[in-house]
């Protein structure tokens, strides 16, 4: 009997296994491109009639965000998201016409661009970050996790989400874990308000986060999960940069 519970056991936490590996993550792309110089206006008309012609459904969305500060100011931001491997293997079918319409219209306003990251949208770790979400700016807090660090950060991060969801927070957010095209070790919280200053809140209680947080996992969690998050983080990786969403150039999806 007991044979035949492990044997059972085994089965069921290898079809758990198989369904996670067929599970499509949903899937985000990234790249950035700096305009030449005196050339802004031109470039943003360009791209914002390319957006008009080709993307605008929620398949094909692409929105721009532009860098405000930081060493890649100027420098703006087309992002594609809600996708799932489907879209890669079908990918080039009709991304032909719009790759010529770029290269004609476009391109030459444009200085320099970076290769597309493509990233993994975690949904446990994010909060109220859905098709219908929209907000003008955006923080970006960029994180590199040590090597083998990885289970203390993910801990922290889930817990946090668990606290959000639980007392209704207000704001924004979505995490974002480096697929390919860079140090797989990267991961970014993406802020996302329409008012500085006011990044969400919990509507039903003066306490703050740590205390919410300490409520639910045990008194001294917060300042115990927060210290090893940190120290799981490489120290120069903490960057911080404020993006606007361009509306002449991003998708609008009612």
């Not at 599970?23 to 050339?39: A, F, V």
């Not at 993307?55 to 094909?60: D, F, L």
């Amino acid at each position: 009997n007991m044979k035949k519970t492990i044997s059972t056991l085994i089965a069921i936490i290898g079809l758990q296994i198989l369904v996670q590996a067929q599970e499509s993550p949903e899937i985000w792309m990234t790249y950035d491109l700096m305009p030449k110089k005196g050339m802004t206006e031109q470039f943003e008309a360009a791209a914002a009639k390319k957006n008009k012609k080709f993307n605008t459904t929620a398949e094909t969305a692409i929105f721009t965000f532009k860098y405000m500060d930081g060493e890649n100011q100027g420098k703006y931001q087309r992002v594609m998201g809600y996708k799932d491997w489907d879209f890669f293997n079908n990918q080039q079918q009709g991304d032909n016409a719009q790759r010529k319409y770029w290269a004609d219209n476009v391109d030459q306003f444009v200085e320099s661009q970076t290769g597309w990251k493509v990233w993994s949208r975690s949904l446990d770790y994010s909060h109220n970050w859905t098709p219908t979400t929209t907000f003008k700016h955006m923080y970006v807090w960029r994180r590199f996790i040590k090597p083998g660090h990885e289970a203390v950060v993910y801990n922290f991060l889930d817990r946090g989400a668990k606290v959000m969801k639980a007392h209704n927070y207000s704001g924004v957010q979505g995490f974002f874990q480096l697929m390919s095209g860079g140090n797989t070790n990267e991961y970014i919280i993406c802020i996302g308000f329409d008012k500085f200053g006011e990044f969400g809140e919990y509507p039903d209680t003066e306490k703050t986060e740590a205390q919410l947080y300490n409520e639910m996992f045990g008194q001294g969690s917060y300042r115990k999960d927060a210290t090893a998050y940190n120290q799981a983080l490489e120290m120069w990786s903490r960057t911080t940069e404020r993006l606007m969403q361009v509306e002449a150039m991003s998708t609008q999806l009612d």
